[in-house]
């Protein structure tokens, strides 16, 4: 075991897999002499050379095509969005060939490649640098769609994506990137892909949520549970494929459902969820199921950013309707 913070955990992973498998290989950004912008990379490529950690130009189409030809090749490759923010001129690549390859050959060709990118606020960060683009990528077929809350689940979680055949878009905190650390595995494991995790049980509200709003969740539980509201609250991990069974089987004990979630409110990844739980567990229900979620505005610059972004205080007041209707 060994004390991770988020970063550490991503570094060390990348770090085991390019050791166990010589197909790996990683680049984007400054990925290679700096080790990334956030250091995710770092002491990589002075390790295992040029040829397997390497810088690329600013040019995320072009970054996203080379992985594209590499994966069709025989590599594993490991390509690095700086942030998801600038993903947008590679949406051609991603959604034209990337999600298409296998159902394009009928599954004689298929991509075995991760993108890798920074996901969400709460940084203070300049414009673009704060997206959280869960819904874009979850509703492509063809994509699986990972957003690690922890330490501990990214390495397993990136593991997985870096030994699936089809590719994943792998979704990083950037607010949990330095936030704490963690007891961590040295050793190899995996977490499937498409598994969601109760981190809590409780029997009075069922409240999914993941990435760096699973704890703020956490901590509105708590608030919660002072109140004599016991909430259970489930790490999604995954946007796509979604864990149907685990939500739904909660809804099913608790009767009344809430998510919690950063992206913009309309046409976010809390109107799968409600939908799925209305189609799913309707006549369960005690409560109109709710949304806590980001505004539906751009993510304001630093000074601003408070405003958009929950604490525990507000999801409490939200999830206390619920439980109280």
């Known amino acids: 075991m060994a004390l991770m913070n988020l970063i550490t955990a991503i570094n060390h ?6 050791a166990q498998d010589e197909r790996v290989v990683v680049f984007g950004e400054d990925v290679g002499v700096e080790g990334g912008v956030f250091r995710a990379t770092v002491g990589l490529q002075k390790k295992y050379g040029e040829e397997r950690v390497f810088d690329t130009p600013l040019a995320e189409s072009a970054i996203v095509g080379t992985a594209v030809g590499m994966a069709l090749n025989g590599l594993r490759p490991v390509a690095e969005i700086q942030f ?3 993903v947008y001129p590679a949406f051609n690549q991603i959604i034209s060939h990337v999600a298409r390859m296998r159902n394009r050959t009928r599954g004689q060709r298929y991509l075995p490649m991760v993108i890798r990118m920074p996901h969400g606020g709460g940084i203070k960060a300049l414009e673009h640098h704060s997206e959280s683009l869960d819904t874009f990528f979850g509703h492509i077929p063809g994509l699986k ?6 330490p501990y689940d990214a390495k397993g979680l990136l593991l997985s994506a870096i030994r699936d055949d089809d590719p994943v878009i792998f979704l990083e905190p950037s607010k949990l990137y330095r936030a704490f650390r963690q007891e961590v595995p040295e050793e190899d494991y995996t977490i499937p892909i498409g598994k969601a995790k109760v981190v809590k049980p409780g029997s009075d509200l069922t409240v999914v949520s993941w990435g760096a709003y699973l704890h703020e969740a956490l901590k509105a539980a708590e608030l919660l549970q002072a109140e004599g509201i016991d909430a259970e609250v489930i790490d999604l991990r995954t946007i796509s494929p979604l864990d149907r069974e685990t939500i ?3 809804v099913k004990k608790t009767g ?13 990844p809390g ?5 799925l739980v209305n189609e799913g567990a309707f006549l369960y229900l005690e409560a109109p199921p709710l949304r806590l979620a980001g505004f539906d505005i751009t993510i304001p610059l630093p000074r601003g950013e408070h405003h958009y972004f929950m604490d525990a205080q507000r999801m409490a007041a939200g999830l206390r309707q619920v439980a109280n209707f």
Not at 13 to 18: H, N, V
Not at 145 to 150: G, K, R
Not at 271 to 275: G, H, K, P, S
């Open 271 to 275: 109107a799968e969820l409600v939908a």
């Open 248 to 250: 739904l089987e909660s």
């Open 13 to 18: 992973t990348l770090d085991l897999a390019l």
């Open 256 to 268: 009344r459902f809430a998510v919690v979630h950063e992206a913009a409110k309309s046409f976010g």
């Open 84 to 86: 998801s923010g600038f």
């Open 145 to 150: 769609v990972v957003v690690p809350s922890t």
